[in-house]
């Protein structure tokens, strides 16, 4: 799920850079999320990170285990909602030069204890949303990055 303008349009035609999410107010290209590390329940390593958010906003990591309008997305604020289903907040953590991340490398909680994946693993899937005041777009003042697939492993 992108806001890139290859799926569901982005609600003022606000396209981001392919495979980011919706621009947002202060960054060209909007938000995106990336994970590295390892996404294995009995030894995770797994880092959230989202680069391209707006300078210092508070953002919400969080997962769930099925996606919106077959993976597309749907309207949600300044950008595009795509997970859903069992949603869990994974943190929220305010950005530092519009980045921010989450997971175990960074002395968190790891990423599968927060999000309860069962021991024997399963797909799942994060977006990262934050808040976006300025004046932009909606009159919401949020807006999300792209969303991952994860499939974690026993």
């Given at each position: 799920?992108?806001?890139?303008?290859?799926?569901?349009p982005c609600p003022c035609g606000n396209s981001g850079t392919p495979g980011h999410g919706c621009?947002?107010?202060?960054?060209?290209?909007?938000?995106?999320?990336?994970?590295?590390?390892?996404?294995?329940?009995?030894?995770?390593?797994?880092?959230?990170?989202?680069?391209?958010?707006?300078?210092t906003a508070p953002t919400l990591f969080f997962q769930g285990n099925e996606t919106l309008n077959g993976g597309l997305g749907v309207v949600f604020g300044d950008g595009l909602r795509c997970v859903q289903g069992n949603a869990v907040r994974i943190a929220t953590r305010t950005a530092s030069a519009g980045m921010s991340s989450y997971g175990a490398p960074a002395g968190d909680i790891p990423v599968s204890q927060?999000?309860?994946?069962?021991?024997?693993?399963?797909?799942?899937?994060?977006?990262?949303?934050?808040?976006?005041?300025?004046?932009?777009?909606?009159?919401?003042?949020?807006?999300?990055?792209?969303?991952i697939q994860v499939t974690w492993l026993p």
């Amino acid at each position: 799920c992108f806001g890139d303008g290859s799926g569901t349009p982005c609600p003022c035609g606000n396209s981001g850079t392919p495979g980011h999410g919706c621009e947002n107010s202060s960054q060209s290209g909007g938000t995106l999320l990336t994970a590295t590390g390892e996404a294995r329940v009995s030894g995770d390593s797994l880092l959230l990170f989202a680069s391209g958010l707006t300078p210092t906003a508070p953002t919400l990591f969080f997962q769930g285990n099925e996606t919106l309008n077959g993976g597309l997305g749907v309207v949600f604020g300044d950008g595009l909602r795509c997970v859903q289903g069992n949603a869990v907040r994974i943190a929220t953590r305010t950005a530092s030069a519009g980045m921010s991340s989450y997971g175990a490398p960074a002395g968190d909680i790891p990423v599968s204890q927060r999000g309860a994946v069962p021991p024997a693993g399963g797909t799942r899937f994060y977006q990262a949303w934050y808040r976006n005041v300025a004046a932009f777009c909606t009159p919401s003042g949020f807006n999300l990055s792209n969303a991952i697939q994860v499939t974690w492993l026993p």
